[in-house]
């Protein structure tokens, strides 16, 4: 599943054609979804939360999430019908294997900026004070609550509980200050070199414990489907405590 960086770089990528301000001409694809709704409407702004890409109409936006195996092309097709693509006039986007969805109230109702870890309002304070109301969960859990921390996945969450020295299973509430403080500031950090690591192509190559059988100090790493959705974990026992 993309995470928030990479949904970022899409967002990029699409504002680097100039598209705001366009009409879209054509609207295609395979989605059951009002597509000529969208045709012949400007494009007010393309917009990111967490994992969600946002296309912004007068009126309503469309939510595009890649969920785990979604896939785009800019100019470019795949083999297979696109769910949906937007045709403009000298450019053409296409998703494939995505959910879409109508968002019809205003974005500022809809999403709380500040728990986006790729916001601008991202709030560390927030967060940490959010974090009381979950202290029977595990760590693990809680960096992939898109409401706490959206955007974060797997690849976020192995790297920042090695990082911060936390093991998986640790519930929130056995965690000192110190930790949570860690917990907040270490996601966003994270996932902003995830992105400068994204665009250079380099990104597996910086990962100390996700997809690997030793960290970086020669330890092995041990790998569990921990939590409620039995998710991945990659952690040290030894470089990483047991709150």
């Not at 809680?142 to 969450?157: A, D, E, M, Y």
């Not at 994204?198 to 330890?219: A, F, G, R």
Request: glycine letters at 4%.
């Amino acid at each position: 599943m993309p995470e928030g960086p990479s949904i970022v770089i899409l967002r990029e990528l699409i504002e680097d054609l100039k598209l705001e301000g366009t009409k879209v001409l054509k609207v295609i694809g395979t989605t059951e979804l009002d597509k000529k709704r969208m045709e012949g409407q400007k494009v007010l702004a393309f917009k990111t939360w967490g994992k969600h890409f946002l296309i912004c109409f007068k009126g309503f936006a469309l939510r595009i999430h890649l969920m785990m195996f979604g896939t785009y092309r800019i100019n470019e097709h795949k083999k297979v019908k696109p769910k949906i693509s937007f045709i403009f006039k000298d450019n053409e986007i296409n998703f494939y294997t995505c959910s879409l969805q109508f968002i019809e109230d205003d974005l500022d109702n809809v999403y709380d900026w500040s728990a986006d870890i790729m916001s601008k309002k991202w709030d560390v304070k927030k967060t940490v004070k959010r974090l009381a109301d979950h202290n029977d969960d595990l760590v693990c859990d809680v960096l992939l609550n898109q409401q706490l921390f959206s955007g974060s996945g797997n690849i976020i969450k192995n790297e920042v509980l090695y990082q911060i020295g936390v093991q998986p299973k640790s519930k929130i509430k056995d965690l000192p200050l110190i930790k949570l403080k860690a917990l907040a500031t270490h996601a966003k950090s994270y996932a902003f070199d995830f992105l400068k690591w994204k665009k250079e192509y380099t990104l597996s190559k910086h990962w100390e414990v996700y997809s690997q059988k030793i960290c970086p100090q020669k330890h092995p790493i041990k790998k569990e489907d921990i939590g409620k959705n039995k998710r991945i974990s990659y952690y040290c026992e030894t470089c990483q405590k047991l709150y």
